[in-house]
């Protein structure tokens, strides 16, 4: 019998009810009744205690407790017969008396012998947590003590009192900035770095570790601690491959790149060359450990095809998922934070310290911090909200929490509840910004330009305000910056300046958006990669989905993948993809208010597009975002007339425009202001065409590799403001027609490498405001025209050429010459 069936029945308690019966008849059995008694008074309290504790029992002791519950089952049965038994039946009641003095002598002895026995085995074990404890305390001590005493040496004996308090106050600082290194805070993350690097470091059985934990428990965070640790890097020579999954990762691509990685290979992302992989690698021996990170693991198939067994190649996984010891030797469940490390690292993020401000309401910060529970990304993120904020929005703040659903099952989902106070202080128009994040796919770098597109069609805000937004956002922890040297330029292009968002944030906003049936939301989201149209959406086909913007992530679709739907409101319709052929939704035709398209293919080729006669019926598009795909020759019968649009974007896209030379594109666009075009490698010459579009402002031809010239007539595009001709190597001159373009403000031809010149003509674009020039090593003079621009207030250039801008200082008032230094951006490969 169980213990724990023996306490659940309180058969204790009715044995000793029993045996205060059996004393007041005062039978044989009364003295061994009484001792008996006093002996269970003594048990229970002790057995309840063990009961309720909630530690789990070794096997010997489990199996002593169960021994002690049958001996007292059997007192009860006893005890049973004794009652029912006669007072005059002598010879029955001696024997039950003596039965009776055996169930006594058996319980003392185990009062008196394994129970103290356990006594001392708890004493022991907690001398020894305790001497492990006290020891790593002599530790921090000791260390502390070094730090002080080179501190101490350091001020070169000090003398007087004031000496000492600096040197203290000095050490503490130093302490501090250890534990908070810029914006990486590492509250309670040492005993999880130690624990991981044991597993990383001289353990050659543990090829395959992972770091497991809940959504925003900081398991990221320490996986980057652990690469940035010296003596890891050491071990592995600097050799360490930092990748994230996500839950729909183009396998093919992630496989590529780390057999580039042990190959020392390096293959381009948008090559269309993939090396086989083949199990003839796997006895392939590497010189050098290496350590392969796969961060943001969400599924065993893809999990199992990223492995690659090498001997010296260790693989680090980190995910919320907790996988098979089949697959990982050995795996660090990330802890939540204690009660002290958490108001640690939320003090950090409101009042840039590690304590609480003795000015500030303590009791009422701790009761904030205990609502967090504890994890990492809440305390971050609702820290950065009650920054500098007055204290009746900090007990709103707590009143809100206070109201959140209790922990449960699934910590995920309160987490989301938590994290959407956040969201709650923003303005409305900030809040439905962000809730539009959530309709791109996790763990994608997001331009900028894209986000301008959707914020000001469903918005209407421009470029400014919405850069004001996403540093609204980034300051709230709620976007990661991706920073370019030139962000927040007047005239830098958003394609430089991309965000990045925490997947629980971005599921907080999908939380946010699922609100109401599926027809009647704002927002129509596909969460995560499918095969085809979700069926909650089949479900409802026949009645109109009401949703403004409509984002969906699939593979290859054919015609027959589409249901017929209807979007009467659609404004925004976002397609991600991974294929190399890909069939545009026949829906389209159904979406009459429809203003920006946004089509991105995520996979390593270019895709063939397919049913683009669609496009023809949009009358209000006004936006136009294609990535990595193959734009076809443009004809009547493909495509009507877009009289609207005014913005097209096209990046990593294949461009069949040669023979478009006699295509008017201004009956085709003709309200186009602004033409991007961005790593079209292929693209050999600019077609004429395009300088009929008199309407243009801005036109960016950027990172094309083989562009070699520029339209004789580029001088008819009279209204254009802002030219990008960057990272354009093979490019020779400027047209000859620029003389005509004279409300130009902008004009970039930085890293344009065999550009011989600034045009003589250049002086005749008397608007001109800004030239980016630099790392064009080929220009070498100017020419005597720039004295002319009498606008020009900025010029930034190489230091070579540098001083003849500043000998025309005085010739230009209000021009500053900026020498700059040489930027190495490869970021777009790792998308």
């Known amino acids: 019998m169980a213990v724990t069936d023996f306490f659940a029945g309180e058969i204790a308690t009715e044995l000793l009810k029993m045996l205060i019966s059996i004393t007041r008849k005062a039978c044989f059995c ?31 002791r489990q199996h002593q407790l169960d021994s002690i519950s049958r001996a007292l089952n059997e007192g009860h049965e006893l005890a049973g017969k004794v009652l029912n038994s006669s007072r005059w039946n002598v010879y029955k ?26 006594v001392l085995a708890d004493v022991h074990h907690v001398r020894f947590e305790t001497s492990e404890r006290f020891d790593r305390l002599d530790g921090s001590n000791r260390r502390l003590e070094q730090r002080l005493e080179s501190m101490l040496i350091g001020c070169g004996g000090g003398g007087g009192g004031g000496g000492g308090e600096w040197w203290l106050e000095e050490a503490v600082k130093v302490d501090e900035v250890e534990m908070f290194e810029g914006e990486l805070v590492k509250v309670g993350m040492e005993l999880g770095k130690r624990k991981v690097k044991d597993m990383v470091v001289d353990r050659d059985d543990l090829a395959v570790v992972g770091i497991n934990g809940i959504g925003g428990s900081g398991k990221t965070t320490l996986a980057r601690e652990v690469c940035r640790d010296d003596d890891v890097r050491s071990y ?10 996500s839950q729909s990762p183009n396998v093919e691509q992630l496989r590529q790149k780390i057999w580039g990685f042990l190959s020392e290979t390096k293959f381009n992302g948008c090559s269309d060359i993939v090396p086989q992989w083949t199990p003839g690698y796997n006895s392939w021996n590497t010189v050098t450990p290496i350590l392969v990170v796969l961060d943001d693991v969400w599924s065993l198939s ?21 996988f098979s010891p089949s697959v990982m030797n050995a795996t660090y469940e990330v802890e939540l934070l204690m009660a002290e490390d958490a108001v640690s690292l939320f003090c950090h993020t409101v009042f840039g310290r590690t304590s609480i401000p003795p000015d500030k309401d303590e ?12 994890l990492p990304l809440a305390l971050k993120v609702i820290g950065a909200s009650l920054r500098d904020r007055p204290e009746k929005y900090w007990l709103g703040a707590k009143n809100r929490l206070s109201r959140a659903q209790p922990i449960d099952d699934s910590h995920e989902s309160e987490l989301l509840n938590r994290m959407r106070l956040s969201i709650d202080y923003l303005s409305e128009k900030v809040r439905d910004c962000f ?99 979700p069926k909650e959406w089949e479900r409802d086909t026949e009645k109109p989905f009401l949703a403004r913007i409509v984002s969906v992530h699939t593979g290859e679709m054919r015609e027959m993948d589409w249901l017929q739907m209807a979007f009467p409101k659609a404004e925004v319709l976002i397609l991600n993809f991974d294929s190399t052929d890909y069939f545009l939704p026949p829906f389209i035709a159904n979406m009459p208010k429809l203003r920006a398209l946004v089509l991105i293919n995520y996979s390593t080729k270019t895709a063939e597009l397919h049913n683009l006669s669609v496009l023809g019926t949009l009358t209000n598009l006004r936006s136009l975002w294609f990535e990595k795909v193959t734009v076809p020759q443009l004809s009547k019968k493909t495509i009507l007339p877009l009289e609207n649009l005014r913005k097209i974007s096209l990046l990593l896209c294949k461009i069949n425009l040669q023979d478009e030379s006699e295509r008017d594109l201004s009956r085709l666009f003709p309200r186009l202001t602004e033409l991007t075009m961005d790593h079209c490698i292929e ?41 990008r001709l960057n990272a354009c190597p093979k490019l020779k001159t400027l047209p000859v027609g620029i003389k005509n373009l004279v409300w130009l403000e902008h004009i970039d031809i930085s890293q344009c490498v065999n550009l011989h010149c600034l045009n003589e003509e250049i002086g005749d674009c008397l608007s001109l405001k800004e030239i980016d020039m630099h790392e064009c090593q080929q220009i070498r003079r100017l020419p005597k025209s720039v004295m ?44």
Not at 98 to 106: H, I
Not at 236 to 245: A, D, E, K, M, S
Not at 481 to 489: E, F, K, Q
Request: glycine fraction near 4%; include cysteine; charge should be negative.
């Open 236 to 245: 592995y020579n600097h050799r360490i491959l930092f990748l994230t999954v």
């Open 30 to 60: 009364k003295p061994s009744a009484e001792q008996l008694i006093l002996t269970i008074n003594e048990l229970l309290p002790i057995i309840t205690e063990i009961k309720y504790s909630g530690v789990e029992l070794t096997v010997v």
């Open 302 to 322: 893809v999990l199992e095809r990223l492995i690659f067994k090498v001997p010296g190649c260790k693989t680090l996984v980190v995910s919320r998922i907790k």
């Open 788 to 831: 002319g621009l009498r606008s020009l207030r900025r010029v930034v250039c190489d230091e070579e050429v540098s001083w003849q801008w500043k000998e025309l200082e005085p010739e230009l008032p209000g021009l500053f010459v900026q020498v700059a230094e040489q930027r190495f951006d490869l970021d777009w490969l790792t998308e």
């Open 363 to 374: 009791d009422l910060i701790k009761q904030v911090v205990e609502k967090c529970k504890g």
């Open 93 to 118: 009641n001696l024997q039950l008396s003596r039965k009776m003095e055996k169930l006594e002598k058996k319980i003392s002895r185990f009062v008196q012998g394994p129970l103290q026995a356990h």
């Open 683 to 723: 693209m050999t010459i600019l077609p004429s065409s395009i300088c009929q579009v008199k309407t243009l402002k801005s036109l960016s031809i950027t990172n094309c590799e083989s562009l070699e010239e520029l339209p004789f007539d580029f001088g008819k595009l009279l209204f254009l403001q802002i030219l």
């Open 435 to 533: 809730l539009d994040l959530g309709s791109f796919p996790e763990d994608k770098k997001i331009p900028l330009d894209v986000l301008v597109n959707v914020w000001n069609e469903l918005h209407d805000i421009d470029e400014e305000e919405a850069f004001a937004i996403l540093l609204e956002l980034s300051t709230k922890n709620l976007v990661t910056l991706v920073n370019d040297s030139r962000a927040g330029d007047k005239y830098g292009s958003y394609c430089d300046i991309s965000i990045s968002q925490h997947d629980v944030l971005r599921d907080l906003a999908i939380h946010m958006s699922n609100v109401g049936s599926v027809n009647q939301r704002k927002r129509l989201v596909m969460a995560r990669r499918e095969n085809g149209v």
